[in-house]
């Protein structure tokens, strides 16, 4: 064999070649055809790469799109899982803690709340003294328990209101604010304000009386303040036509000390006006006097003088 290592069909085409007379012009021309060819299959090898290359990277893209779609799709149904979740585990939290049960120890009256979680309950307070209901219900609600927390503090507000005649008012104020806490409506809201409102009241009257008793102008000025404040609260009509004659009868003894005070100043002002003038009489007297003296002076010493001229004359006449 010519050449070897060569495929069947490469080896007939190179004998054929050889085999062939031909011009050089002819083998020109096949070498330039063969080297076309060449670069045309070289150009579509390139281009078939380079379609296959496109193809895999769209694959690839493809790939990962679906991937990314899938794992979003996966942390959706996660995120929506918990929040659906979340929203059964708060609606049966809410509705839990929304319960409130009524139990007995040791003859105490408890109330517990259900706990803010699905389950469980918690003590919320005791109720000493107060009565348990004949038929205790399995569950109860907001609007069943708080009046009984409610009137368990204005109770102990009263009982403390009437224990003596100076009562503990700031344990008063206590409780009712307390009370306000747990009050569900609003006649039990009323309820607690009209006997915060009296205790205000008491005060504000007590603290007009003490300085009204001082009793100068300003003290009285000072009741007068006090007095406009007790006004302003929501009290029965007996108590607010209590505080406008009070505020009357200041305004006349303010109007009576005022009268006497400019009578004293006027009495003041003529006893002054008479001190001036005596004041203005004196000098004048010391003046006369000042001036009487030397002419009473010069007048004894002349008449002492003329008695002794007379003395002297009678001698003479008596030694003659």
């Not at 309950?121 to 708080?146: D, H, Q, T, W």
């Not at 009984?148 to 700031?170: C, H, Q, R, W």
């Not at 009495?267 to 203005?280: F, I, L, P, R, Y």
């Not at 009487?292 to 030694?319: C, G, H, L, W, Y």
Request: no cysteine; glycine share 4%; net charge neutral.
């Amino acid at each position: 064999p010519i050449v070897s290592g060569l495929s069947d069909e490469e080896t007939r085409r190179i004998k054929k070649l050889l085999l062939k007379k031909r011009d050089m012009a002819t083998i020109r021309a096949e070498i330039k055809k063969e080297a076309a060819e060449k670069e045309v299959a070289k150009k579509e090898a390139a281009k078939k790469a380079a379609a296959e290359r496109d193809a895999a990277e769209k694959a690839a893209a493809e790939r990962g799109a679906a991937e990314k779609a899938t794992m979003k799709k996966v942390i959706i149904g996660l995120v929506s899982g918990f929040i659906i979740l979340f929203a059964l585990i708060f609606s049966a939290s809410s509705s839990n803690n929304s319960k409130y049960y009524i139990k007995e120890k040791a003859g105490v009256l408890e109330i517990w709340q259900g706990r803010y979680a699905p389950l469980g309950e918690e003590r919320m307070i005791s109720l000493p003294g107060v009565p348990l209901p004949e038929l205790i219900n399995a569950v109860y609600s907001k609007s069943e328990v708080f009046p009984l927390i409610f009137n368990y503090y204005v109770d102990k507000a009263d009982a403390i209101l009437g224990m003596s005649e100076t009562p503990d008012y700031v344990a008063i104020k206590s409780y009712l604010n307390e009370a306000l806490l747990f009050a569900t409506t609003g006649d039990l809201s009323k309820k607690a304000y009209s006997r915060l409102n009296n205790i205000k009241f008491n005060d504000l009257m007590y603290k007009a009386g003490v300085a009204e008793s001082r009793g100068a102008i300003s003290d009285l000025d000072e009741a007068m303040r006090y007095l406009n404040k007790a006004l302003l609260l929501k009290v029965d009509a007996g108590k607010s036509d209590v505080v406008k004659q009070k505020v009357e009868s200041i305004k006349e003894q303010k109007a009576e000390m005022i009268e006497a005070q400019m009578a004293e100043e006027s009495t003041g002002a003529a006893s002054g006006k008479s001190d001036v003038v005596e004041q203005k009489i004196e000098p004048t007297k010391k003046q006369s006097a000042e001036i009487t003296a030397p002419m009473i002076e010069k007048s004894t010493d002349f008449v002492s003088a003329e008695s002794d001229v007379v003395e002297s004359q009678q001698k003479n006449k008596v030694q003659r």
